[in-house]
């Protein structure tokens, strides 16, 4: 009983890692898009002015 109580807790534990390990990795690709967008408007912005 024991036993499985530990697997159960260390599958548990694995899942919750790879979830967070997931939702980290998806949060950054957000983030480094939203920061790559901003950038290319910038530089239409300015590239429009400089015309």
């Known amino acids: 009983m024991k036993f499985s ?3 159960y807790k260390f599958l548990f ?3 919750f890692v790879s979830t ?3 939702f980290l990795m998806l949060a950054t690709i957000i983030q480094n898009l939203k920061i ?3 950038f ?3 530089k ?3 590239s429009v002015y400089d015309l």
């Open 40 to 42: 290319l408007l910038l």
């Open 44 to 46: 239409n912005y300015l």
């Open 13 to 15: 534990l694995r899942l």
């Open 20 to 22: 967070l390990y997931h």
């Open 36 to 38: 790559t967008i901003f």
């Open 5 to 7: 109580f530990q697997s």
